[in-house]
């Protein structure tokens, strides 16, 4: 049998703008066999992060939330994910993001699932609710209403038009009906129907990330029995579309070449002190990440 420990991660922290690297510390040692991280968030004095982490006896990797200060030093254990993790990057394509709140960290998964937290102390994980996560504290429950889990307060988003609906504290993100030889469109509205934009893309049933971005897939022709992607042409190839809705415009992530693998991670949310949100995704030599630094583009507030 293979021994877990020969594979144990080495965290380290990465300084963009001296590109140097610092050791952290190392996974400690575990019957296990440590995955992956599938997501992190910090704080000024904390790292938390989701792991996937392989057992000898299961088909499965279990999700487990770790910790350690942000300065290095120890890493320590505090929960599991959920009760029944989900395998990530799975059948469902189900991924689990997180934030810390304080002493507690919250966690959600990415399809309108149920919102946990825990004392970062760790203990018990608590329910808290279910909705789709935009900016925490705003969860939306898929129809008429965004709540804020803290405070109780309700907006509704009754006005909001397009096919199913996704919420923040003040946007929304819907699709357009498909039609036969049309662009594939997304709507990008404010929760009062105003402000209304169409954008080329393919909804992929999630809110504008902190009421600003909206990740699309790229645009694609609708036939009879068939469809034409502008991938096809080799413009977009895999890539995600990104919006902006400050300065309504698009680009496109270019990701690896070819269709990822099961289970293979794209674009992912990161997390930095300033606390300005990073997306990371890997080259297509897998030996390099590619950083983006959302809080560098200019426009309002988040």
Known sequence: MADPNEHRPILVNYDRR???????GTVPESAARYHRIENVSVSDSQIVWIAAVRHPD?????????TMPITGGHIRFVALVAPDPQRPGGRDGRMYRLELAGDQIVWWDDRGGPIYRVPLAGGTPALM??????TWPWVHDGKNT??????????SAEKVDGTDRRCGPDWCVSGVARAAD??????????????RSI????????????????????????????????ARVGTLENGSVIYDRCADRSAVLRLKEGKPAEGELTVQVGGSLSGSPLLFWQDDARKRYMVMDLAAIPGQGY
């Not at 299961?58 to 770790?66: F, G, I, V």
């Not at 609710?129 to 935009?134: D, E, F, I, K, T």
């Not at 049309?182 to 402000?195: A, F, K, M, N, Y």
Request: aromatic share 8%.
């Open 199 to 230: 954008v080329p893309g393919g909804f992929r049933r999630n809110p504008l990330f902190r009421d600003r971005f909206g990740f699309f897939d790229p645009p694609k022709v609708i036939g009879e029995g068939s469809s034409i992607s502008t």
């Open 146 to 155: 965004v709540t804020n889990l803290v405070t109780g307060e309700k907006r």
């Open 182 to 195: 049309r662009l594939t469109e997304v709507i990008v509205q404010r929760r009062d129907g105003s402000h």
């Open 18 to 24: 001296t590109g140097r690297h610092r050791l952290l």
């Open 58 to 66: 299961r088909t499965s990797p279990e999700l487990q939330l770790w």
């Open 129 to 134: 609710g279910s909705g789709h996560v935009s």
